[in-house]
């Protein structure tokens, strides 16, 4: 199976042949897999170098002129070095963009902290009106990404190596209903869902699989919570309880509890495989299941 960012080269390079108002900016990262697709759009295939500020800013400029700009570079780089830029150059501007990532909460462990970006979903947060994509598979990343190209909103689409052995069809809405139960509500967020199902077999729990985390779906949680005892897991590939405010406020009339699970604020800086990451926190299905039981009485 290719990776989700190996379909977004591929993916992208197509919708540039495509659609003359895509722009493609690059601040290194990914550029060999792009070398064609700058032979054939030198005005609109742009590496910047390694100036994630001026990714962003090139990018408002362009969206200002009526251009769809695709930003493309680590997580760490692309929402956290320039962040006074989205807030500015696109948020302040009211212009309009796709920013794509790589790298996730420890997509490339070896790499270190300045690589990884656990917190990006929660800082996207503070800004108004992003969508953001986490999608679980590559299938479904170039669905999201077709779809933040044809758009004309700001979307967040994070990337991950970390993927689900097989896509799932998405749900319009946002969340998708994976198994129905009576005793809670487990909302799996984009690759966390194989653990997920796995943690979960053999429970009397509704799962529900989320590649679309903003906005956020209040009402398909509400449903589920109704046919359940409404307390709510959220397991994310970031930083845990970023989606636990949203998870509150769907269900503000309804008495419930909340648990988030994801990746902690402590910095793990013995930096192994991914399954060693997921497992130091607590993300591997046998750990799940011990959250997820306990939480659940």
Partial sequence: MDTMRDRFIATTSRLLDADPRLALLLAEISKDGFQEALRRHPDRVINVGIREQLLVGAGGGMALTGMRPIMHTFASFLVERPFEQLKLDFGHQGVHGVLVSAGGSYDWPA???????????????????????????????????????????SVYVRLSVHANASAYPLARSGFTVVREGSRGVVVAVGPMLDNVLAATEGLDVTVLYATTVRPFDGATLRRAAAGARPDVVLVEPYLAGTSTGAANDALAEVPHRVLGLGIGRAELRRYGTIEEHLAGQGLDPAALRARISTFLG
């Fill in 111 to 153: 790499g270190g902290f300045t690589h990884m970006s656990p917190g990006d979903v929660a800082l996207m947060d503070t800004l108004d009106g992003w969508t953001v994509h986490v999608p679980g598979h590559p299938d479904e990343a170039e669905t999201l990404l077709r779809q933040a190209a044809a758009g004309d909103g």
